[in-house]
């Protein structure tokens, strides 16, 4: 007997208060999922089952100016819950309003939140270490005595006002990849500003990319600084599996054609435009995307590494061919050119992003700096 029947005959009241004290919506799902004597018990108390996770889910974003940030995690309801669909989505905007009385979009905001707090909590550690020892060189450089606050070496615990502005860059980079699947046009902060370059090779620089540095909004430095750091991530992957297939070409993936083989060819000749690009198109795929890439095995990682990037070929190729597609060819090329000018310095990223210097308090920054 699974677990699922053995609840079952338990009494209604111990049922409704077993799934009103789920940690996890997700939980919830599955069981009631497997048991319709649970489903029916979950159609009748909906409200009283689901009371403590939606009130868990309201005040797991910071509350910081009218809680925003859990607004802004709302509103991508509508493309996590189609899937990395391309074309234009069918809006149900109260149907995501009210979506306290869904369970499946319950179940999308929390995985969403953990997503968030994951992301967060590693680009905040490594970034924070980073900022140290940058500022611990130019000491150094200076000849200055260290007389930082020994509160630094502790535990990394984040302000409100940090955890807003750390939330607030993902939910960004949450919004522009899923709006670029949708292909919607869209106006939100920062999102314009990636779609375009001051560059004599490609035509129509977007004013925005003149701005000088002061001009610049802060969600613009937020989404930047987070899509920077999942950038870097997809391409140490991708570079790794292009250094394995270097050094030892006989460890590559079993090929099912010689199509297949051709690919990993194409793959070890790409330039550093395609490579960028190629990245760009990995991390419309999102954080979770690349947790799991870093849990896979060599051979997995390769054969998902060159699979996608012969998917991302025959878009290319399919977009460059179409003359319907120009505007779109230009936007991507205008993107690439962005992105090494955004991020990339000799190869490395701009240190204002690894360092997350846009995310700290300044009290924080003063201790350092004492």
């Not at 699974?2 to 209604?12: N, W």
């Not at 006989?250 to 000749?269: G, H, K, W, Y």
Request: glycine residues 4%; aromatic residues 10%; hydrophobic residues 35%.
């Amino acid at each position: 007997m699974d677990a699922a029947s053995k609840l079952e005959g338990l009494p209604s009241e111990v049922l409704i208060l077993i799934m009103r004290s789920s940690s996890s919506p997700i939980d919830l799902q599955s069981v009631i999922n497997a048991s319709p004597v649970m489903f029916r018990h979950y159609l009748v108390h909906r409200s009283h089952i689901m009371a403590p996770t939606i009130h868990r889910i309201k005040t797991s974003y910071s509350a910081l100016h009218s809680g925003s940030n859990l607004i802004q995690s709302i509103n991508t309801l509508t493309y996590r819950m189609l899937g990395n669909t391309h074309g234009p989505v069918v809006r149900r905007e109260a149907f995501y309003t009210n979506w306290g009385s869904h369970l499946p979009l319950i179940c999308e905001l929390y995985r969403q939140k953990e997503e968030a707090d994951q992301l967060i909590t590693e680009y905040s550690m490594k970034a924070w270490k980073n900022f140290l020892v940058s500022e611990e060189q130019d000491r150094l450089q200076l000849n200055l005595a260290s007389k930082r606050d020994p509160i630094v070496d502790r535990p990394l615990v984040l302000s409100e006002q940090e955890t807003y502005t750390f939330e607030r860059g993902f939910l960004l980079y949450e919004s522009w990849r899923l709006h670029m699947h949708s292909n919607e046009p869209n106006d939100l902060e920062g999102l314009g500003a990636l779609k375009c370059h001051d560059s004599g090779n490609v035509p129509g620089p977007h004013p925005n990319c003149m701005d000088p540095w002061w001009a610049i909004s802060d969600d613009r430095l937020y989404l930047h600084s987070i899509w920077s750091f999942v950038f870097d991530k997809f391409r140490t992957l991708v570079q790794s599996v292009s250094q394995q297939l270097r050094k030892n070409p006989s460890r590559s993936p079993i090929m099912s054609s010689s199509e297949d083989n051709q690919t990993s060819a194409v793959f070890l000749r790409m330039t550093k435009a395609q490579e960028l690009r190629y990245i760009r198109s990995l991390c419309l795929r999102g954080y979770v995307v690349l947790q799991n890439l870093r849990q896979m095995k060599e051979e997995e990682l390769q054969n998902y590494v060159l699979s996608s990037y012969f998917e991302f070929e025959n878009q290319e190729a399919t977009l460059y061919s179409s003359a319907e597609s120009a505007e779109k060819r230009c936007v991507d090329l205008n993107i690439a050119c962005r992105l090494y000018g955004l991020f990339v310095n000799d190869g490395l990223l701009l240190s204002c992003f690894t360092e997350g210097r846009y995310f700290w308090d300044d009290s924080r920054k003063l201790k350092v700096r004492a």
